[in-house]
């Protein structure tokens, strides 16, 4: 299990303790699939010294097995239950690292129960989460897949005449049919709507002559991937054209310079420099990329303050745009591994423009 690398690192840094609620970190470290129930407190308590045990809702009596858990019932306060488990892990003061997400309400009355100075977990986890096993990339791969079929199917269907929302569900729906689920809700951008790098999909009917921003991502044993292509219906504004290809062209060299070793803003100069050589520097407003894993954005972030060094089994995006008031945008996105060394796509489907 996880956590024991997380032990590790704790006794590296003299962290004391750890309390960890609900989300990828719980998953990633633990393996449990326990969620929030609305606003009872599940909490994983660990110390140092390597004993760990989850708080848990009675609700989670049938779900969770082979784990060290108390369970509290409706009508008991779950803090009385968390004092008592503090007190025999020895952490009634200390350094904890805490659950980033964690609700500030049950923060506030953990803090009621001792003297503790607080740090983030994902300070530590970060390091972890950013190297992915290659049990992971393999959940990666077949989540990129996923996205990559469902843009064939896309290319059949009729798309004139649609609105933004109902291709958006249609995506949904066909992600769902192929994976685990979606890994955030679909952008549909269809004309000028695509000047909006994060347009969420309204009424508008696609029609002949638009360029379509379509950016989705599929999810699998929890790993995201996270594809974006752009493609033309009839004859597409010719600008809009040539700036389709100042894209591909900019995610192809940010691609070509991602590999083990470099520094991740050395990726997005790659992007960034063909853009602005191009003339349409001022036109891509956001960084080249973003990590991928449990989350569909965590580290390591590939922008112009990106200091990560880039190491093999690191997955990221490599999505660069242009984005003109007016007219519309283009975005093109992989998701990558760096593997042996280089920088390898884990998406597949077609680069180049489609013109439907
Ligand atoms: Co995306
Ligand atoms: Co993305």
Not at 9 to 14: A, C, G, V
Request: hydrophobic letters at 40%; a negative charge.
């Amino acid at each position: 299990m996880r956590l024991n690398k997380l032990i590790s690192l704790m006794n590296e840094r003299n962290f004391d303790g750890a309390l960890i609620s609900p989300g990828t970190n719980l998953y990633y470290l633990t393996g449990l699939t326990v969620h929030e129930v609305g606003e009872r407190l599940t909490l994983l308590i660990v110390n140092a010294n390597g004993k760990y045990r989850l708080l848990a809702p009675s609700l989670y009596e049938n779900a969770v097995r082979n784990f060290p858990v108390t369970f509290w019932r409706d009508g008991e306060n779950p803090y009385d239950k968390l004092a008592w488990i503090l007190a025999e892990f020895h952490l009634s003061d200390g350094r904890l690292l805490i659950e980033d997400t964690m609700h500030a309400d049950w923060l506030i009355n953990v803090m009621r129960l001792g003297l503790f100075e607080f740090y983030p977990l994902s300070s530590l986890v970060r390091e972890l989460r950013m190297r992915k096993d290659r049990g992971e990339i393999e959940m990666m791969r077949h989540a990129a897949k996923a996205a990559d079929r469902v843009f064939d199917e896309i290319l059949s269907w009729d798309l004139v005449g649609m609105r933004e929302r109902e291709l958006a569900l249609k995506i949904e729906l066909a992600l769902r049919e192929l994976s685990d689920g979606i890994s955030f809700e679909p952008i549909v951008a269809s004309g000028k709507n695509g000047a909006n790098p994060h347009h969420e999909p309204g009424d508008r009917r696609l029609r002949k002559g638009d360029m379509v921003i379509l950016d989705y991502g599929a999810k699998w044993r929890g790993y995201c991937s996270d594809i974006t292509r752009t493609i033309a219906l009839g004859g597409p504004n010719e600008r809009l054209v040539e700036i389709y290809e100042v894209v591909k062209e900019a995610q192809e060299k940010a691609y070509r310079a991602a590999r083990e070793g470099i520094l991740a803003k050395e990726v997005d100069q790659a992007a960034r420099e063909t853009i602005a050589r191009a003339g349409y520097g001022e036109y891509f407003t956001h960084r080249t990329g973003h990590g991928l894993g449990l989350d569909v954005h965590e580290e390591p972030y590939i922008g112009p303050d990106g200091t990560t060094v880039l190491e093999n089994g690191m997955t990221f995006t490599i999505e660069p745009g242009i984005y003109v008031p007016g007219l519309g945008g283009v975005r093109i996105e992989d998701d990558v591994v760096i593997h042996d060394g280089n920088g390898k796509r884990l998406t597949r489907a077609e680069r180049e423009l489609i013109r439907l």
